[in-house]
């Protein structure tokens, strides 16, 4: 009896231990039905988003009209609404609506109000009314309306005026591993509701089509109308909005990218909330660090970025930061390039504090390392941050032709800097990349303000070439003229 009795433990014991080694959501098993019930599942939820082109057929007297967003003058508008008018007895209804439609792209039901998500390149720059979305099942929703748009993730929401939508519940992406099964629902080529599979092939990718990148790569085939559409899992999770394509042809090449559900989920609950994605914003304008902009700094690393200038009122302002600074790290997080600081901060609330390792030339002609604390405004919007001062007018006194730098300058309306009049296009200055009509504010940290100026700062410089700050069409940026002048 204590033989069997032991024998019954024992193999209790290792029965529990296999229970305890097994997953609490064992991996579910597919079958010839699997992929069926998903497409059941996801695809009512899933929408087909079309842009008006603004053409209009308009049959009483026999007319088209063409839409004057297309920037046409008379004569050419007449001559091609002519034409079309000649082509209408042949057109079918169908061939009048590749007409109607200048673009499509597909979206996601998340709320049964009518909140969809989708791709900000799909709707960007269209008015709600121009947005027609239709369901699976037939329904139709015009003139929708735009709620908001993130534009360095390249997620937008529109709602459709309807109660009682389908919708896809939000799956978790950091649970998501490589290797696993995925379908992707969308409207590719304008074939509506369109169910593809594959698996997951790599996570947190970067393809630089948007600021704010950290993408899913998956081989589930995605084409051209399939932005904005569903990735989802085997349990008809959304883990992901289908956002590009990696390709040569633009078609599918076994390669798309989506962008994680978490990232989406985080931005559209905000643009719902508020109508806008609330961001940090450190508030300096940089620019990559090449070899040449390295050399002249004496800065040896193989990361950072230089600051070209500094917002006035920001946070990186408040906080001490110059031009010149190369900000190499944040949080001690090595920044490559420009996304990698977008990235960096972009995804920070505002108010929360960045420590930068920045490297600064003090008058002492070499670098040294600082940290600096900043405390993060929010980010302003974007048409705010893109807004460009009027060019300034070419001011009719020059002086003679520099003959090392091929350039002709004159000082500057403003009296800051001096602009470039005329150019050689074999000199130095339009090799390195200088264009008619920039600003040279400063060489070598110099400021310049006249010819004088501009070559004494040249001459003055004693290591091999030349560091130019300029100003192209309200933009700044360093360029770099390599040898002696």
């Given at each position: 009896m204590k033989v069997v009795t032991r024998k019954l433990m024992c193999a209790w014991t290792a029965l529990a231990v296999i229970m305890l080694a097994m997953p609490a959501h064992p991996d579910q098993q597919v079958t010839r039905t699997t992929f069926r019930d998903v497409a059941k599942n996801v695809s009512p939820a899933v929408v087909n988003i079309k842009v008006k082109s603004g053409i209009i057929f308009n049959r009483e007297p026999g007319k088209m009209v063409m839409p004057p967003m297309l920037g046409l003058d008379d004569e050419m508008r007449q001559y091609l609404e002519d034409l079309m008018e000649r082509q209408l007895p042949n057109l079918t209804p169908n061939d009048e609506d590749a007409f109607k439609y200048a673009r499509t792209g597909s979206g996601v039901v998340i709320r049964p109000d009518g909140h969809i998500v989708t791709s900000n390149h799909v709707i960007a720059g269209i008015k709600g009314e121009d947005v027609e979305v239709s369901m699976s099942d037939g329904r139709v929703f015009d003139k929708v309306k735009i709620i908001g748009a993130d534009e360095l993730t390249d997620l937008a929401v529109i709602k459709a005026e309807a109660n009682d939508l389908p919708t896809l519940k939000w799956g978790d992406s950091e649970k998501l591993e490589v290797g696993e099964i995925v379908m992707a629902v969308g409207n590719p080529l304008d074939f509506n509701n369109s169910v593809s599979e594959g698996i997951v092939s790599a996570k947190h990718r970067i393809i630089k089509k948007a600021p704010i990148e950290d993408l899913i790569q998956t081989t589930a085939m995605i084409n051209p109308g399939n932005s904005g559409g569903a990735l989802v899992n085997l349990d008809s999770e959304l883990i992901g909005i289908n956002m590009a394509i990696a390709t040569n042809t633009n078609m599918w090449s076994g390669i798309g990218f989506a962008i994680p559900s978490k990232t989406a989920r985080e931005v559209t609950d905000q643009i719902i909330s508020s109508g806008k994605v609330s961001r940090g914003f450190l508030g300096v304008i940089f620019q990559p660090l090449t070899n040449n902009i390295s050399r002249q700094l004496g800065y040896n690393q193989n990361f950072g970025v230089i600051v070209k200038d500094v917002r006035p009122n920001t946070a990186a302002d408040k906080a001490g930061i110059q031009r010149y600074d190369i900000i190499a790290?944040?949080?001690?997080?090595?920044?490559?390039?420009?996304?990698?600081?977008?990235?960096?901060?972009?995804?920070?609330?505002?108010?929360?504090?960045?420590?930068?390792?920045?490297?600064?030339?003090?008058?002492?002609?070499?670098?040294?390392?600082?940290?600096?604390?900043?405390?993060?405004?929010?980010?302003?919007?974007?048409?705010?941050?893109?807004?460009?001062?009027?060019?300034p007018k070419i001011p009719g006194a020059k002086v003679e032709k520099d003959k090392l730098l091929g350039i002709k300058v004159s000082p500057a309306p403003d009296g800051k800097g001096v602009m470039v009049d005329e150019i050689e296009k074999s000199g130095k200055a339009a090799l390195a990349g200088i264009q008619k009509g920039d600003v040279i504010m400063q060489v070598n940290k110099q400021d310049v303000n006249n010819e004088q100026d501009l070559q004494k700062a040249l001459k003055s410089h004693q290591s091999e070439g030349h560091l130019f700050y300029i100003v192209r069409k309200g933009q700044s940026e360093f360029v770099t003229i390599m040898g002696e002048l």
């Open positions: 790290k944040i949080n001690d997080k090595e920044i490559k390039d420009p996304n990698d600081m977008h990235r960096t901060i972009g995804v920070r609330a505002p108010g929360d504090t960045v420590n930068l390792e920045v490297f600064r030339d003090e008058g002492d002609n070499k670098l040294n390392k600082k940290m600096i604390s900043v405390k993060l405004d929010e980010r302003p919007a974007q048409k705010d941050l893109e807004k460009i001062p009027n060019e």
